[in-house]
T-cell receptor, first 123, second 109 residues
Framework: GAVVSQHPSWVICKSGTSVKIECRSL??????MFWYRQFPKQSLMLMAT?????????EQGVEKDKFLINHASLTLSTLTVTSAHPEDSSFYIC???????????????????FGPGTRLTVL | GQNIDQPTEMTATEGAIVQINCTYQ??????LFWYQQHAGEAPTFLSY??LDGLEEKGRFSSFLSRSKGYSYLLLKELQMKDSASYLC??????????WGAGTKLIIKP
């Protein structure tokens, strides 16, 4: 239980293009989804927190116009990296947290369950 | 401020037991999570402690002392596949996880 998927697993794009990453909770309703970025051998860095139906809350230093987050349903959030540049190359990971009814067996409330991540390379 | 202190790296032998310690300071506290992260992969959830004491789950156990701001993860019967980073992540009063750099565990045969 508590499965989160991400698509695509990896993407290579040219500088200046936009890339959309999808995060889905497959067997539970995610009231909150989180987007992280991780550079090699560094800690997870929270980029933003999104609650279904409302605007995302961005961490200090994260450009909201560059990293567009949409959380339109209880099972889907998307992160769009607009006008990507080589310095945006990183490992992007989403996580989902569910509360209330409909939880799969073994799932713990308040726990963030992570997707497998998306490796973005901008040329 | 909020911070987490874990050893940067530990080495243990296959079949042995290892204890990874974590001390933390947070603004409020709503429990503490342990995650495992293999190189190049996303973290996976291992355990959650909200009350003092030991939580056992198979080969892995996690302990919490809220008054001391201290937790540990105990791994028994180590296997080569346990080589990974282990992340201690307390949850603050805003229900946000606080992340440190984690402990890289190296298992030797």
């Amino acid at each position: 239980g508590a499965v989160v998927s991400q698509h695509p697993s990896w993407v290579i794009c040219k500088s200046g293009t936009s890339v959309k990453i999808e995060c889905r909770s497959l067997d539970f309703q995610a009231t909150t989804m989180f987007w992280y970025r991780q550079f090699p051998k560094q800690s997870l860095m929270l980029m933003a927190t999104s609650n279904e139906g409302s605007k995302a809350t961005y961490e200090q230093g994260v450009e909201k116009d560059k990293f567009l987050i949409n959380h339109a349903s209880l099972t889907l959030s998307t992160l769009t990296v607009t006008s990507a540049h080589p310095e945006d190359s990183s490992f992007y990971i989403c996580s989902a947290r569910g509360l209330g009814t409909g939880r799969p067996t073994g799932m713990i409330s308040d726990t963030q369950y992570f997707g497998p991540g998306t490796r973005l390379t901008v040329l | 401020g909020q911070n987490i202190d874990q050893p940067t790296e530990m080495t243990a032998t296959e079949g042995a037991i290892v204890q990874i310690n974590c001390t933390y300071q947070t603004s409020g506290f709503n429990g503490l999570f342990w995650y495992q992260q293999h190189a190049g992969e996303a973290p996976t959830f291992l355990s959650y402690n909200v009350l003092d004491g030991l939580e056992e789950k198979g080969r892995f156990s996690s302990f919490l002392s809220r008054s001391k701001g201290y937790s540990y993860l105990l791994l028994k019967e180590l296997q080569m596949k346990d080589s990974a980073s282990y992340l201690c992540a307390p949850m603050d009063s805003n229900y946000q996880l606080i992340w440190g750099a984690g402990t890289k565990l190296i298992i030797k045969p």
